[in-house]
């Protein structure tokens, strides 16, 4: 890709606003009717008991937000599964089974399927390649319009799925009973604003990234903690700086804290903390002080009055902190490029993984 680095995954990281801004060109004018939805092919969300939403690696986190969108707005029973081990699963009627994958050819999601029955269900494909195998063999496809990759790290098809996944998701939330108005106005407005996040988390953390990067680059491991919302961000940074640093990365939810991986924290351990607005978050901040971590805050909204900083809570949207994705994935990509790691090809991975 062109861009202003010379590695694709720098530009593509880059890319991600104009990703963000033509997925919701495309996508949000058919939520507010159901269009989107129904335009897929889904049956009624009132016809669906359960949504069951795999994938592998960076699309399970996608998936994992996207699952906050059906499960916190809609209240409907919705489960993430790790497809490289769903070959058992049992499969319950009146199941919604969305599928992500970029490729569309990821061999433990395809195995996954195997075992789906063929009646009384929905095969979703959620996919950067509406060509692939796994869009074959879905009931529907929705193409999350990303643009090829070439970076063997996803990133803006990770922002591509989270958006396109909220997007029909809403819109099967407008067409049904199980929906709040006021809550999807609110998830609404959050989409409208997500290019401009994105953007301005890419402004304020350039420079800010490559000095944490110069600053940590002889750490030997790195802990990602978050709450509720948040975490599947915390997770995704974790697997950005594992895969491109070949650190050590820990994610944990903030509240487990205490019952084992404080025992990690000591001067100088570096531990991002991804903010969604959760109050409690100062506590775990509080903690990792106390032992003389260093916490590296992403997503904090802070506001001063009289001079000092004020944290304001904010309830986020259903799919969470998103642009919290971005300083994450640029401290990964600086810590890499400093170690002499190559960016868009890390050791021992590749790009579709079609080895089960
Ligand atoms: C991480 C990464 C992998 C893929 C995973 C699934 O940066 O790229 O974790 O997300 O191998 O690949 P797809 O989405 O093609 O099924």
Sequence with gaps: STGR?????????????????RVLDVFTPGIADGRLWGGAGLPPLDEIDRVTILGCGTSLHAGRAVAGVFSRLGGLPTRTLVASEAAHEVWEPRTLVIALSQSGETADVL?????LPERDRTLL??????????ARRADAVLDCLAGPEIGVAATKTFIAQVLTGACLALSGLSASARADGLAIDGDLRALA???????????????????????????????FLGRGSGLV?????????KELSYRWTEHQPAGELKHGPLALVDAGTPVFVVDNGDPRLEVDVAEIHARGGRVLRVGERVLTVGGLPLHLPRTGPSWGPLETVVPLQMFARELALRLRRDV???RNLAKSVTVA
């Design 111 to 115: 195995r996954a399927l195997d075992g």
């Design 125 to 134: 494909a959620l996919t950067n390649n509406p060509s692939s195998t796994l």
């Design 5 to 21: 680095h010379r590695d694709h995954m720098g530009n593509e990281i880059d890319e991600q606003p104009a990703v963000a801004r």
């Design 344 to 346: 868009d090809k890390p």
């Design 233 to 241: 961000y915390a997770a995704e940074g974790a697997l950005k700086l």
């Design 193 to 223: 604003a997500t290019p401009d996040a994105l953007a301005a988390a890419l402004d304020a953390w350039r420079g800010r990234a490559a000095e944490l990067a110069t600053e940590f680059v002889t750490s030997p491991g790195f802990l």
